[in-house]
Each structure stands twice: as structure tokens, then as C-alpha cells.
């Protein structure tokens, strides 16, 4: 009975990381949340609790579907946070000391 229930456990585990495109999102989301007042306007410069976001963020992206569940997950999350300057969202990685190899906007095609 132990033995079952370690497998299903393991099972379990192994499930629950397998959509990737669904619970990745609420954790990126959180990665970036402390962009918001930046991202608004509403602080002249992106806060080390943002950088660190991004930053971390972009540590993820590894392979381009990486990128293109990134780029999914940013544009849903964009969604809901009325009044984002996108001139901003576009320039926070270099304001954050990031080189990017892909760009975003809210035009991005995200599948290419």
C-alpha cells in the first residue's frame, strides 16, 4: 500500500508539471508583478524586486518554445493591468541591465 501510494505520488508530481503553458504562468506573473508601478507610471524607474523578476524571467527562456509560452504568458498577464506604457515594457530588460536576443510588444507574434 506505501508502494502505491509513493507511485502515484511520483505520478502525481510528474503531472502536474507536465502543462506547462497553464501553471508557468501564474509563477512568471508573480515574477513580474513588481513591474506594475514602473510599467504605469506610477515610479520613474523599475524597483531590484522588478529587475530581479525580469531577470529571473528571462533565465527560463531557453529554447524558443520557451519564449513562446513566455510570450503567451506576458501578453495575458498585460491584459490585466489597464494604462501599461508599452515604450516602457519594451525598454525595462535594458533598464534592468538585460541583453535580449527577442523582442515584445503587444503586437508580437508569439508562435514565431
Given at each position: ?104 510588444s503587444p503586437s508580437t507574434n508569439c508562435d514565431k
Amino acid at each position: 500500500m506505501t508502494r502505491l501510494l509513493v507511485l502515484l505520488a511520483v505520478i502525481a508530481a510528474v503531472w502536474v508539471g507536465a502543462p506547462a503553458a497553464i501553471l508557468p504562468c501564474e509563477r512568471m506573473s508573480q515574477m513580474i508583478v513588481p513591474c506594475a508601478p514602473y510599467l504605469t507610471s506610477h515610479a520613474a524607474v523599475p524597483g531590484v524586486g522588478c529587475c530581479n523578476g525580469v531577470r529571473a524571467l528571462l533565465g527560463i527562456a531557453q529554447t524558443h518554445n520557451d519564449r513562446v509560452v513566455i510570450c503567451k504568458c506576458l501578453k495575458i498577464v498585460a491584459g490585466h493591468f489597464p494604462g501599461i506604457d508599452n515604450k516602457r515594457a519594451m525598454g525595462l530588460p535594458r533598464l534592468c541591465g538585460l541583453r535580449l536576443n527577442f523582442s515584445f510588444s503587444p503586437s508580437t507574434n508569439c508562435d514565431k
